[in-house]
């Protein structure tokens, strides 16, 4: 299904994105009272970014989501606007070793371009083997690299936020990527630090820029904070002023206004969006038309997110089969609904789905009025992981000696967070 044939609920055909932006603006409601006095941008504000022979334009990037960012989320925010769309997690190990689950992961879909993927590794030799491997055998277009998870079971061992606190195992790990890559552009991801007593991210960005990456994105929290209160802007701006590749701003990108404001208060390059997607593709559609000037349309009505989700659900059944697919869509039916009036009760029936007959029942229940316009108040509604702040687990000794680029002891699975 394209972003742009959504059939209305009421039988009026519902108009492009570039039709219904010329035929009204947004109304106020939909604009956050955070984003009430912030522009489109102006012709040429903010170009394209180069990685390489790669060309971002809008400079947005879909953030990589172990779960989540699969083939069809893919596909699927594409059909809404241009950008760069990176996958899902993949570790390197295994994916060096040639296992056959990692190897599903790391497909993308047949006529995907540009192919980005996302990879975690701790250990240099086996990250430039799964780079290698990646390069040799014409997977990818673009790599990215991820030293920001957060959670205890990746730095526990040393892995994702923890990694950057070693500043000459980090360099290990970047090197080895960029160097297997040849002329496929390698970036990384990162947080601000462990928490604030250890803030690593101006290095962790020098460090990217000596090793030859193309850019860095910063997420503008430490792995303490999670995903807790305000991302903290002012260090993406400070990173910026450190560096001479292009900086990408990730954390808070909930409306479109959010990518504008970010970038002028920055001076950053291009923005990450996350959390703010999830449930929501059509942001990418907002964000084409604000970077291009224009206002965007009014967020879509029930009945049209209905139709988003089932065809989000057909192509995750085609790429996974039905049971597996299934399973999966179940958080993305809470994201899709989170924030509707009355929705409640519909998300624990949508929990319960096995197939998409079921599936496409449950949503013409009838239980919210397919005309129910979006509800203003769900623009902002936290979706995706939301905890509060933690204790970084750390190896025991860890940071006694983190001048060194001895790796960690067990190449440890990736688990979705960063």
């Known amino acids: 299904m394209r972003a742009d044939a959504w059939t209305c ?25 955070i984003n009430r006095d912030v522009p489109p941008a102006r012709p040429r504000e903010f170009p394209e970014v180069r990685l390489g022979k790669l060309r971002v334009s809008p400079p947005v990037i879909l953030a990589p989501m172990a779960g989540v960012t699969n083939w069809p989320f893919r596909q699927l925010c594409k059909r809404f606007g241009a950008g760069l769309y990176v996958s899902e997690m993949i570790t390197a190990r295994p994916l060096a070793e040639g296992r056959e689950k990692t190897l599903k992961l790391a497909d993308f879909g047949p006529d995907e371009s540009p192919r980005s993927l996302q990879l975690y590794g701790v250990d240099p030799y086996y990250v430039g083997i799964a780079v290698k491997r990646l390069v040799d055998e014409g997977r990818i277009d673009h790599l990215d690299m991820n030293f920001g998870c957060p959670v205890p079971k990746v730095t526990r061992k040393g892995g994702g936020s923890a990694i950057p606190a070693k500043p000459l195992l980090l360099a ?10 040849g002329d496929v552009p390698v970036t990384i991801k990162f947080r601000m630090g462990i928490d604030d007593s250890l803030l690593t991210y101006m290095d962790a960005g020098r460090i990217a820029q000596e090793e030859g990456c193309a850019a860095v994105s910063l997420h503008a929290r430490t792995a303490a904070d999670l995903y807790d209160g305000e991302a903290r802007w002012e260090a993406i701006a400070e990173l910026k002023q450190a560096v001479r590749i292009p900086v990408f701003g990730n954390g808070d990108i909930w409306e479109a206004w959010d990518a504008l404001r970010m970038m002028r208060s920055t001076g950053c390059d291009g923005v990450v969006v996350g959390r703010g997607c999830l449930g929501r593709p059509w942001l990418f559609r907002d964000l084409a038309e604000v970077f291009a000037g224009r206002e965007p349309p009014d967020p879509p009505c029930f009945g049209e997110v209905v139709e988003v989700m089932l065809g989000h659900a057909r192509d995750l059944v ?95 699975p990736y688990v979705e967070g960063g």
Request: proline letters at 11%.
């Open 9 to 33: 609920p009421r039988s009026v055909a519902f108009p492009t994105p570039r039709a219904r932006a010329r035929s009204r603006p947004v109304q106020e409601v939909y604009k956050s009272e």
């Open 172 to 181: 290990s790990i970047v090197r080895a990527a960029v160097k297997n890559a």
């Open 318 to 412: 085609a790429w996974l089969g039905e049971p597996h697919a299934m399973r999966m869509f179940r958080k993305h039916s809470s994201w899709y609904t989170k924030g509707f009036r009355g929705s409640a009760p519909l998300r624990a029936r949508l929990m319960q789905v096995s197939s998409l007959a079921e599936l496409e029942d449950v949503l013409r229940s009838g239980e919210i009025d397919p005309a129910h316009p979006f509800p203003p108040e769900a623009m902002r509604v936290p979706r995706g992981k939301t905890a509060g702040r933690q204790k970084v687990t750390l190896p025991d000794g860890f940071l006694e000696n983190r001048l060194t680029d001895a790796t960690p002891p067990v190449e440890v």
